[in-house]
């Protein structure tokens, strides 16, 4: 970085980067710019308040699409942790394999699964129904 | 709150609540029909019931995707009211197969119709021990198969 009298001269020949002349703005703005050998400066180059604005643009807080976009992120987030949540929950409930008995809760798989094919067996295997009596009949 | 106007916002909340309503959904699948007062526990304590409840992979071999039971022993007056709803929900079954025994009902089978393309079965069974005591058994399942499947699986059990 050039020096600020540099800078100053540099200004006035026309041969400053862009980047170089905001420095120099900044600079005309900080406490060590409002020095008395400046004000000629400040007074020609007329950029006091511009310098000013630069400065407190650098400390202000983020912009307020800057705040959109964060929030934005963060609420994202938050429903993606919500759904993530919810698919396990919903996995979870649909893969039980449970019983109760006298209100004990029992989550052997085998022990439960032996239980539902020993009711389903009930339920269903002496059961022989009319149409299918017919069908052995008429396939012999 | 500017960014709940967003298209991707309104998105994740309905996806967030059809989650939701998803999860409520499950947990009372055999609800409109007369029995569910014996399968949500405000019948009979939960400390007499023997319950069973399977959803998902284990069931797979049974092409179902729903089962539950409850057993318990039951007095005559509990298994007039079971009867009773049974009786209630024989009404709006498609296809039913009940047996009686002395004018009381002993096994029944019944299948609903559904609008998702599963079947909906409603099994009870009643049996009585050596010591006159009678067990009843209570059963509710959705899946694919059809009664004649179920048979095929459990004919030779």
Redesign the interface.
Known sequence: MKKIDELIEGYFEGTLSQDEETALKVFLASEEGQGPEYDEVRAVMGYFAAGRSVEILRSRPLPRNDR?VW??IL??AA??A??IT??V??YN???????????QKITD?EV??N???N???????D???ME?LLNEFFDR | M??LT?D??KK??L??LS??L??AQ?ARAQEGLQIDSLFNGSFVP?????????????LKP?NLDY?R?V?LQASEGEIRRIVSWLEGDALMAIEK?MDSENGELV?A?MCFATNNGKNKYL?Y?VKESSGGSKYV?V?YMTGKAT??D??V?????
């Open positions: 959109k929030r934005r609420a994202i429903s993606m919500i759904i919810l698919g929950s919903i409930r649909n893969n039980v394999c449970v019983s109760f008995v006298g209100g798989k439960v699964m239980d539902v094919d009711i389903l067996a009930d339920l269903l295997s059961r022989t129904d299918e | 500017n960014f967003d991707l916002m994740f909340l996806i967030t989650a939701f998803a999860l499950g939960k400390s007499r019931i023997t319950e069973s409840l399977v959803t998902g992979k284990e049974y089962f039971s057993r197969d096994y089978l099994g069974q058994t059963v009664t004649r179920l048979k699986i459990f004919k030779h059990r």
